[in-house]
């Protein structure tokens, strides 16, 4: 589970239900409160000496929250008894370990105890599966929405508003009636900071970057330390490349977050997302040597070290990381950079294992990039059938993209007229794609490689055609485009073209050698090299 603020219970409320004292409700609610603005460790503080089945409840929610769910079982159990409160307690108990059909049991025993009419236990089940991992289906928890609003006698309650938003998230296609729920939770309330929080976070999420300002900034006006709305202004950032304001928003963050490794480590995490790689790499240590078994941190350490080029270094952490990292935790995203350290560190075979476990392991939406770093694998390898076999079956019913990566290993191969035949389906399908004419111009180079036919002129001067439009974008190709056809036109004794591609190419690029030396070549300024005068043969003996 992602590191989440968490949904309020109904606080002295509910806890008046297990006859707790008014100041075990006092010191529970400060306690929900610090965890509702991330500051975990203040809350465990303020529940660690008690003892009374709420602040056991809360320890449970608390454990879940941080992903170690045989401690929050632990808690939630202690917390279970006869009453409906010790009943929801037994289901979170079963939930937490993604048993949904015993959770069911005691939940049903709970609202049966109460005869279906207690909104406020109905709404504790409601908000148990709001805060779940995960759930196979979530209509037996909108059975409990639903019981919660009938006993409220239809009135919108924000708390149950916002665990109902949290049940629809659950399904893939819930996003519309979640961002329902969290606007009747504002419409009950319009002081309801956790509901304009959601909103925000459903705003980033579906990268409505207006709406997102305007809710998340609304949470912080109604509570100026409220840490988790400055987090995801930070992600929203981040996600429009906005990378100097996610990390000032993410600074502020910190000011008012809970000074913690985990805060840390959630720096670390966006200073590494951010590119940051020497700064993160900082952070990380800083973390474990705190906490040396942190899976995220050992992870991120490997990470780093390959993106700061220690390459031997990486690999011992990678090594580390997946020695001691529990199997479910392992991604797929791993087992792609331990390819790509492998291959760094020139352990060619292991890295192709590498890459197709991550192939094996990746969700739909990332399969296609890493059979493309396997195919980059197989040409560095020189396993050019290999290649080329996979490249041939996806460009059959793949995009553009796919043509080109076919195009740029055939022409590894040294298959120059496959190459050309291909970059020319590219030519014609995108015509204004630039990078594609230079790749053609070259392999046609190659096929002309004393330029007497001149096979790459066409290419050249198509893309010197379109480049021209961004010189900054293309200013290497412009250059070599321009070299190329003034030493086309040179050979041809078009001396008069030939001093114009020149002068276009240090035009781009004043210190272009090739073109400086052909000036003053074609100008008649340049002197040639004395040549060393001849030794005299040794005397013989």
Do not use: C
């Not at 508003?161 to 329902?180: S, W």
């Not at 046609?444 to 021209?468: R, V």
């Amino acid at each position: 589970m992602s590191f989440k603020p968490w949904k309020s219970l109904l606080l002295t409320a509910v806890t008046l239900g297990a006859a707790a004292t008014a100041a075990t409700a006092q010191d529970i609610a400060a306690a929900q409160k610090a965890i509702e603005l991330e500051r975990y460790n203040e809350a465990k503080g303020m529940l660690r000496n008690a003892s009374t089945p709420e602040a056991n409840f809360e320890m449970g929610r608390l454990y879940q929250m941080r992903d170690l769910d045989d401690s929050a079982a632990i808690y939630f159990n202690k917390a279970a008894g006869p009453t409906p409160f010790g009943q929801v307690a037994a289901g979170r108990a079963a939930l937490v370990k993604g048993q949904e059909d015993a959770a069911a049991t005691s939940f049903d025993a709970a609202a049966k105890a109460t005869k279906n009419k207690d909104a406020k236990v109905l709404t504790m089940i409601a908000q148990a599966y709001g805060e779940a991992d995960k759930l196979k289906n979530t209509d037996k928890a909108l059975t409990y929405v639903n019981a919660a609003q009938t006993a409220n006698k239809g009135k919108d309650e924000p708390a149950l508003m916002v665990a109902r938003g949290d049940v629809y998230l659950k399904n893939d296609n819930g996003g519309g009636e979640a961002m329902t729920s969290f606007d009747r939770a504002t419409m009950a309330n319009p002081s309801y900071t956790q509901a304009y929080y959601k909103k925000g976070e459903l705003n980033v999420r579906s990268r409505n970057a207006k709406e997102a300002i305007t809710n998340l900034e609304k949470a912080i006006e109604l509570e100026p330390k409220y840490a988790p709305a400055y987090k995801e202004l930070a992600e929203m950032y981040f996600y429009a490349q906005q990378y100097d304001k996610a990390l000032s928003t993410f600074e502020k963050f910190r000011q008012v977050a809970e000074p913690s490794t985990n805060t840390q480590a959630e720096y670390a995490s966006f200073l590494y997302l951010t590119k940051k790689f020497p700064e993160a790499l900082t952070e990380v240590n800083a973390v474990l040597a705190k906490e040396p078994n942190n899976v995220t941190m050992n992870r991120l350490k490997a990470y780093t070290l390959y993106e700061t080029n220690d390459y031997p270094g990486a690999a011992t952490a990678m090594e580390t990381y997946l020695r001691t990292a529990p199997a479910e935790k392992i991604i797929a995203d791993d087992y792609a950079y331990q390819s790509r350290i492998l291959s760094k560190n020139n352990k060619a075979q292991e890295a192709l294992a590498a890459i197709n476990k991550a192939i094996e392991t990746a969700p739909a939406s990332k399969k296609a990039d890493f059979e493309a770093e396997k195919t980059k694998l197989q040409i560095i390898n020189k396993d050019y059938s290999g290649a080329l076999g996979a490249l041939k079956e996806k460009a059959r019913t793949g995009d553009l993209a796919d043509q080109y990566r076919l195009a740029a290993a055939y022409a590894s191969a040294k298959q120059y007229a496959q190459a050309d035949s291909v970059f020319g389906i590219i030519n014609t399908a995108k015509p204004d794609y630039v990078p594609a004419y230079i790749a053609r111009a070259k392999v046609n180079g190659a096929l002309d490689p004393d330029s007497k036919k001149g096979l790459a002129k066409p290419y050249y001067e198509k893309y010197a055609e379109l480049g021209s439009a961004d010189p900054a974008k293309y200013k290497a190709g412009l250059v070599e485009s321009y070299d190329y056809l003034g030493a086309y036109y040179a050979q041809k004794n078009d001396k008069a073209s030939s001093k114009a591609n020149f002068e276009k190419a240090i035009a781009i690029d004043p210190t272009d050698a090739s073109a400086i030396d052909a000036l003053k070549i074609l100008n008649g300024t340049s002197t040639p090299a004395k040549k060393p005068a001849a030794k005299p043969a040794p005397k013989k003996k």
